[in-house]
């Protein structure tokens, strides 16, 4: 009879299984908490240490390692999206087991994001923690599929839409660095698939630095919204780009190089230095770029450039340098046409799916399937005029 039969307590107790699912991981609703879980806290502490600086390259804040994970202490959301991204990315590289966490903790960031959706939440630092959670949503679903899905970039589109340089003045914070970091893998995405970016560049303005003025911070961003303007004009659906808008965006293009101080420049470089077939160039700073040198044949303008962009990423070996650079590499590396150079950026791109997890065998079969076809097809320059 005892056994049969439970107490009042009991009865009014709620079934919390059959309010979220089952699950041994604890509920993000309370993230200090959740926290006293060593293995949650690891994977906290692992995104701190190890992913926030793919989202920070250039960013003297450093807003993807502070104040995002700050604010994931209070708020469900990025705290979620935290923890899943951190599990998603240890599952690729060390522990698969890791999935089931993540998988947990991005289904509850789908319901919170849908909840905000749904209460139309305008606050500016409710925006700012949204945006910057879709980034690292972004990253878990190129992580944790074969095939791009696209939905995460899509869902960060409709909110950087309305955050713009021009509306939010070039500001700081987790607002501005979301943006930026939607637009690059905006471009990284178009890089990959050659198509527009879903966000309109038109309208934004292009606030060059003077000479002696800005942060690296600042041409970073300048950078980043030209190529941006680049890839609209080159990648239009009905027609090519015409030789007057090339010529403004290459003039566009000199006018920030013009900007640009010596610091910027390889302190070294070497031909071969990258398996004696791709080069290695040091810069003081990561996210420094070389400039260019000139060249007899176009052909060979075009393959110089990607073996350069392949000679910054490897011989930095940072995973943030890395990821940032799978757009540019895809693009690029299509020009390049020595064989033991295309081997060896195949290898190299192989070891980066053990360190970062990042599915590079669709990389590796694009290039590939180019690289037998017939030589790519290049923008016009003035040079054709």
């Known amino acids: 009879m005892l056994n049969n039969s439970k107490s ?11 309010n979220e699912p089952q699950s041994p991981f604890p509920s993000p609703s309370n993230p200090r908490k959740a926290l006293q879980n ?3 806290a690891r994977y906290f502490s692992h995104y701190i240490a190890d992913i926030a600086p793919w989202y920070d390259l250039g960013d003297a804040s450093l807003a993807f390692a502070t104040s995002l994970p700050e604010a994931a202490l209070e708020s469900p959301l990025p705290f979620a999206a935290i923890v899943a991204l951190s599990a998603v990315h240890t599952s690729r590289t060390t522990a698969p087991s890791a999935k089931a966490v993540a998988e947990f903790y991005h289904g509850h960031c789908v319901r919170l994001l849908i909840d905000l959706t749904a209460g139309k939440n305008d606050d500016e630092h409710s925006k700012g923690l949204a945006l910057a959670s879709v980034c690292l949503l972004r990253s878990y679903e190129i992580l944790s599929e074969e095939v791009d899905p696209n939905r995460h970039l899509q869902g960060a589109y409709s909110l950087a839409a309305y955050n713009t340089p021009q509306t939010d003045d070039f500001g700081s914070g987790l607002r501005a660095a979301g943006f930026w970091n939607y637009l690059r893998e905006d471009i990284t995405f178009s890089l990959f698939r050659r198509c527009p970016l879903k966000i309109n560049l038109a309208q934004v303005p292009v606030a060059l ?3 002696g003025q800005g942060t690296d911070q600042d041409r970073l961003n ?9 890839i609209n004009a080159c ?12 010529s ?4 566009m293009l000199r ?5 640009i101080p010596t610091r910027f420049e390889p302190f070294s470089t070497l031909d071969r230095g990258l398996g004696l077939a791709l080069p290695s160039i040091w810069l003081l700073r990561d996210y420094h770029d ?10 060979d303008i075009l393959e110089l450039l990607a073996l350069k962009v392949c000679g910054v990423a490897f011989t930095a070996n940072l995973p943030s340098v890395q990821v940032n650079a799978f757009g540019p590499i895809a693009f690029c590396s299509r020009f390049i046409r020595t064989e033991a150079s295309r081997q060896e950026l195949i290898r190299r791109l192989w070891a980066c799916k053990g360190t970062i997890g990042w599915p590079v065998q669709r990389l590796v079969s694009d290039l590939e399937a180019e690289w037998r076809g017939p030589p790519p097809t290049r923008a016009p320059t003035e040079d054709d005029e």
């Open 38 to 40: 060593p293995s949650i």
């Open 222 to 230: 300048v950078a980043t919204l030209i190529l941006g303007r680049i």
């Open 290 to 299: 070389d400039r260019l040198g000139d060249k007899d044949t176009k052909d």
């Open 8 to 18: 009042q307590g009991d009865t009014a107790k709620p079934d919390t299984a059959t």
């Open 209 to 211: 630095p003077t000479t």
């Open 255 to 259: 006018e920030w190089r013009g900007t």
């Open 248 to 251: 403004c965006l290459l003039q």
């Open 235 to 246: 990648f239009v659906a009905s027609e090519s780009v015409t030789g007057d808008s090339w």
